[in-house]
């Protein structure tokens, strides 16, 4: 379209230059009168200002097009409502805002007035270009193409390792990167960034406000005039050849405003100009007129009531998606921290548990292998000398000898297939080949006792349990990601930190256990009839520094856990509600430190005995004859201080046991059920709903009335034919009062609508029922199951013990000498209380577990659960999670050369830093010991007996001896798979 112009001269209104101003208008049909004048037209109106005032309406209705004008203005309203609603403590939302977290996945980092298009399906593509043959609309790109859905930056917030970057330059895919060890805080914190349901709960409430500021603007003054017409304006040339040229505008401008009574009022300014400029007629007439108008209804819509029902709801509609979004984010943390970090853990300690039962089933099929297939002392062969020549490999060294006066070839021990080998190619002669095969064969020999079938049977379900188990786990992990809004691709592993909790063994007893094992090793290659005095000393120098540990460092560390105990022992005793069962705790572990004080005297005889054989050994007081009587004695005394040893797990079983703890919940199922009665927020809602109910069914009565109106209005005009726009006179003017009735004869729409809003308020009535019956019922459960998971914690403590007796008292009866296992018993006793071991692990990591969730829950459903700014619940527990005390940090395996170091005594708290303790702290909690301290330490007193202070401790009392555990839970965190780490790239 050509470019309006304007060519004006001194133009005074004479006949010859109206001739030439119409000669110009013929050139220019397009022509459009909008610039300046010199001079005014004088046929009785300034025409600059005509002119300027078309341009007003010109440029008012331009700005209407600003579509960031538009969306800032929506906001900052909408924002202010937000604002103005959040007047509880229980219903402020720290965010209001749409915009994503730059850092979310779904972040828009475009103009959105200016959204670049998006990536499109190739074969939809195609109709955007041509349509039915059509061709389409050619600038859809002027704003550019987006290669991507979602953040292009989004994974800018993780640092890529080189090994993440692919150096294919043919590879568009963007690297993924690792979230290692994630926390609470840090799950939360990304459900806060990605979680799309959250960013849709924040646009359902800002949806809510945009409704609430056009109901607010309809009460105000608004720029319609009569009837609702918008402000607008014309201006129209007309051409006649050789009649008549002339230029039309029209111009209409009214302001109006809706009364709170349902009542009216509005003024309108219109304006008719015409400029003729040939014919007779030729000249300037131009008329305005000034009309308003006031109408009340009486009967129909009449009222506060009925005018302001909109507006109120909005507002109420704004206080519900305000609750919402307040509840919404309690149930995000309660989803994110319960039923999805929790229950992570629960997966990854059950694996755990699993990879125990799998290495307990190991041993003992070892075990009993060895046990079915040990021979009777020194196995022999007929040999008639011994072929000259032969060289005796280190690794055979003491494993056999040759008896000249029995002409036996004699083998000590079991022997391993290398052996065998290595055994046999010693000699090529014929009686040498044909003695080493026959003692081969006897001694490699494999036989498989039922016993032996029924655990390897069952060892081979324990790894497909334990591989379904770990493929749950990555299937839920994957899961969890979705949740917190990540793409299950994403390589993460858990921070399984809270896990150490459940260490029921520390490292050091385990790690004095299997020391035990490379002892039985050494002291075997000790030939009980021909000894060597090296050899015995260095074994009996071996055996005790085993002591001597076991005496420093074993009795030590079971010692702080006494005193672990004693100090927790008021808040353990605080939720157990009868004095039976206060009774039972306190004997039970006044019985532990019982066996403790036997095992530590039977420990110091240990130790002063093999003293006593060391110093004559070193003195040479020992005949030689007699070396395989100490050979054999200290045989005897490692499977002693073994079961020392697994006594004091036994012992730090029980202990830690009693350490097992919870949040304890202490609000009463009435006081809890008032409590969300009053607070929760969706509720309020509910109840709220049943009066949008009732003032709906007012309403829609209302709509049977009839439709009477009073009409005020009128008009004030300009003289007809003048050519002054504002010169307005009294006799031209006219007004009118009326009133407007119709009928109520045809109602039945309105009668059944009326009727349904009727049953509607009946609806919600028992809607609202429902929901506090419903509220009740979620919070009496999660008491009762509080109450009941409290109760099955002390039940399944008790349960742990016993399963440890039963799993020891079978390990004892499977590796009793001379004895082979029968008809399959002793084996399925054995898998009988492995099963019974891992089913009491599981139990106490789901007892806590489901605790911490239910506890949760019913704070949640309690409407308690007051979240900060970041996400978090303000609660003691998970606030320490974020910000613990700064207190010293060690490794879990801190053991030197030396021993185990030690922290100094520490508060008692758990890891977190809570007076509560949740779960027995990690080993590197262990408290109050330094490498060397003197074994007399004593127990600071409590309600339990103290260790005497001397530095002999008396002999026990006779009396029935203990079973002590073979195998105890030694297993702990991090020597099994490694899942989470090792296994991380498997995510």
């Known amino acids: 379209m050509t470019e309006p112009r304007l060519w004006l001269s001194s133009f005074t209104g004479r006949p010859g230059e109206l001739v030439a101003l119409k000669t110009q208008l013929r050139g220019e049909p397009d022509a459009i009168l909008v610039g300046r004048a010199e001079k005014e037209i004088h046929f009785g109106i300034p025409f600059f200002f005509v002119v300027i005032m078309f341009c007003a309406f010109l440029l008012l209705g331009l700005t209407g097009c600003s579509q960031t004008f538009w969306r800032q203005q929506a906001d900052k309203d909408s924002y202010r409502a937000l604002s103005q609603t959040e007047t509880d403590a229980r219903w402020v939302n720290p965010r209001k805002g749409l915009t994503p977290d730059p850092r979310s996945r779904f972040f828009d980092p475009f103009d959105p007035d200016k959204e670049p298009l998006p990536p499109d399906d190739p074969a939809a593509a195609v109709y955007m270009e041509n349509v039915n043959g059509i061709s389409g609309y050619k600038s859809w790109h002027k704003l550019g193409q987006s290669f991507s859905t979602e953040n292009p930056g989004w994974l800018g917030q993780f640092e890529l390792t080189p090994e993440m970057v692919d150096e294919d330059p043919d590879n568009d895919t963007e690297p993924l990167p690792t979230i290692k060890n994630l926390t609470i805080r840090d799950a939360v914190e990304l459900s806060y960034i990605h979680d799309r349901n959250y960013q849709t709960q924040l646009e359902n409430t800002y949806l809510s406000a945009l409704a609430l500021t056009l109901e607010r603007f309809r009460f105000q003054v608004r720029y319609l005039g009569v009837g609702g017409r918008e402000p607008s304006g014309s201006l129209t040339q007309t051409t006649v050849p050789n009649t008549r040229d002339s230029l039309g505008m029209s111009n209409r401008l009214g302001v109006s405003q809706l009364l709170p009574t349902g009542g009216q009022w509005a003024v309108e300014l219109a304006n008719n100009t015409l400029w003729i400029f040939s014919g007779a007629s030729a000249g300037t007439s131009s008329a305005s007129i000034l009309s308003y108008r006031l109408t009340q209804p009486l009967l129909l819509n009449a009222g506060r009531k009925i005018a302001l029902e909109n507006l109120t709801q909005s507002e109420r509609d704004l206080l519900y998606s305000v609750r919402l979004l307040a509840r919404f984010r309690k149930q995000l943390f309660v989803n994110t921290a319960g039923s999805g970090y929790l229950g992570l853990l629960t997966q990854i300690q059950g694996i755990r548990n699993q990879e125990f039962n799998i290495v307990q089933l190991e041993r003992q099929v070892r075990a009993l292998r060895a046990l079915a297939s040990k021979p009777g002392g020194a196995q022999d062969a007929d040999l008639e000398k011994m072929p000259e020549g032969i060289v005796i490999p280190e690794e055979l060294a003491g494993r056999f000898k040759y008896d000249a006066d029995r002409k036996k070839l004699l083998w000590f021990k079991a022997m391993t297939k290398q052996e065998s080998q290595a055994f046999a190619a010693l000699s090529d002669d014929p009686a040498w080949k044909r003695s080493t095969r026959e003692l081969i064969q006897i001694l490699r020999t494999e036989a498989t006792p039922l016993a032996v079938a029924q655990l390897e049977s069952r060892l081979a379900t324990a790894q497909i349990n334990l591989r379904t188990a770990e493929q749950r786990f990555k299937d839920r992990l994957d899961q969890f990601k979705i949740q917190l809004g990540l793409p299950p691709d994403l390589v993460m592993t858990i ?493």
Do not use: C
């Open 495 to 987: 921070d399984d930190a809270s896990l150490d909790q459940f260490q029921l063994i520390s490292p050091l007893l385990e790690k004095l256990r299997i020391k035990a094992d490379t002892l039985v090793e050494h002291l075997g290659f000790l030939d009980v009839d021909d000894p060597q005095s090296e050899q015995a000393r260095e074994s009996l120098a071996q055996l005790q520094k085993y002591a001597a540990e076991i005496k420093i460092e074993g009795l030590q560390i079971v010692r702080d856990d006494i005193r672990r105990v004693q100090k927790n022992m008021p808040k353990r005793l605080e939720g157990i509600k009868t004095e039976e069962e206060k009774k039972l705790i306190v004997s039970t572990i006044e019985r532990d430190i019982e066996k403790l004080q036997d095992v530590s005297y039977e420990i110091e005889q240990e130790n002063v005995f093999l003293e006593q054989i060391s110093e004559k050994l070193v003195a040479n007081q020992i005949p030689v004859e007699t070396y395989g009587k100490i050979v054999k004695e200290m045989r005897r005394r490692q499977e002693i201080l073994l079961k020392l040893v697994q006594a004091l797990q036994v012992i730090q079983i029980g202990l830690r046991s009693e350490l097992i703890g919870i949040n304890r919940f202490t609000l009463g199922m009435t006081d809890s059920v008032g409590v969300a009665l009053e607070n929760r927020l969706d509720l309020m809602n509910e109840r709220a709903n049943v009066m949008d109910a009732r003032r709906e069914q007012e309403v829609v009565a209302n709509r049977l009335k009839t439709i009477l109106d009073i009409a005020v209005e009128g008009d004030v005009r300009t003289p007809a034919g003048g050519s002054q726009p504002f010169n307005f006179s009294g006799s031209s003017s006219s007004y009118r009062v009326g009133v407007q009735f119709t009928a109520p004869l045809d109602q039945v729409a309105e009668r059944n609508n009326y009727r349904s809003a009727q049953i509607r308020y009946q609806r919600a009535r028992r809607t609202y029922m429902a929901a506090e019956d419903q509220v009740k019922l979620q919070v009496r459960t999660s008491w009762r199951q509080l109450e009941v998971l409290e109760q099955n914690l002390e039940t399944a403590r008790q349960a742990l013990r016993i399963n440890v007796l039963q799993y020891d008292q079978a390990v004892e009866e499977s590796n009793a000498p001379g004895q082979q296992p029968q008809g399959g018993v002793r084996g399925l006793n054995l898998i009988s209380a492995l099963n019974d071991i891992l089913v009491a692990q599981n139990r106490l990591i789901q007892i806590w577990a489901d605790y911490e969730t239910q506890r949760l829950n019913i704070h949640r459903d309690m409407g308690m659960m007051e979240i900060d700014p970041q996400g978090l619940w303000v609660d003691s527990y998970y606030q320490n999670q974020v910000n613990p005390p700064q207190e010293p940090t060690h490794e879990h395996d801190n053991t030197t050369e030396d021993g185990p170091a030690f922290a100094d005594e520490g508060t008692g708290k758990d890891s977190a830093g809570f007076d509560v303790v949740l779960l027995p702290p990690s080993p590197a909690e262990q408290v109050g010991y330094q490498s060397g301290a003197a074994d007399n330490q004593r127990v600071e007193p409590a309600r339990f007996p103290a260790f005497p202070a001397g530095e002999q401790l008396p002999a026990p009392a006779a009396k029935e001896k203990q079973t002590f555990l073979a195998d105890p839970l030694g297993w702990h965190p991090g020597s099994g798979s490694g899942l989470l780490r090792s296994r991380s790239d498997d995510q």
